[in-house]
């Protein structure tokens, strides 16, 4: 008999490093899930620059979510994080996240940084499971509605100033 967790591992998405060739499938995936989507330049920048991690979340060899994050001076930068709606709610955006965190542990950057829309409460709590907290807010942030955009911040517990705080929440 399968066990629950077999049953789970036999779905679980491999998370692998994105390639150009699996780009067709995420700009697929972008108009899915966003009013303004990246275009494809936008993607292909991001797998070019070398303060960049774009992974990708497989199944079956086909991408089902990506993540993609930068690094500014010394901070990492959520910058698209994204799951093809038939694959919501099924923790891939969490895997996404868990292997990007580990993959960045233990470096020198301080934290991690990344704006949400104020109405998506699913990101939002995604986030804060993850330790992320708002600090602020970028006021008509989005340029489809205005919408303006929770900036939500997490401590690198291993990079410089560890454990300081950074001031009220």
Not at 46 to 70: D, P, W
Not at 73 to 98: Q, T
Not at 134 to 141: D, F, K, Q
Request: net charge negative; hydrophobic share 40%.
């Amino acid at each position: 008999m399968t066990s629950t967790k077999d049953r789970e591992a036999l779905w679980r998405p491999e998370i692998a490093p994105l390639r150009f060739a699996d780009l067709d499938r995420v700009e697929q995936i972008e108009q899915e899930c966003y009013g303004l989507p990246w275009s494809r330049a936008m993607f292909a920048g991001e797998l070019i620059k070398s303060n960049s991690v774009c992974l990708g979340a497989f199944r079956l060899e086909r991408v089902i979510g990506y993540l993609i994050v930068s690094l500014f001076v010394d901070d990492w930068h959520i910058m698209n994080l994204a799951v093809d709606p038939a694959w919501r709610r099924r923790g891939i955006a969490e895997r996404l996240l868990e292997d990007f965190l580990e993959r960045s542990a233990g470096g020198r950057e301080r934290g991690y940084t990344l704006e949400v829309r104020r109405s998506n409460e699913g990101a939002i709590q995604l986030y804060e499971q993850f330790g992320f907290r708002a600090r602020g807010v970028r006021r008509g942030y989005y340029l489809d509605d205005h919408e303006d955009a929770l900036v939500m911040w997490r401590e690198n517990s291993h990079g410089p100033g560890a454990g300081e705080s950074e001031g009220a929440e």
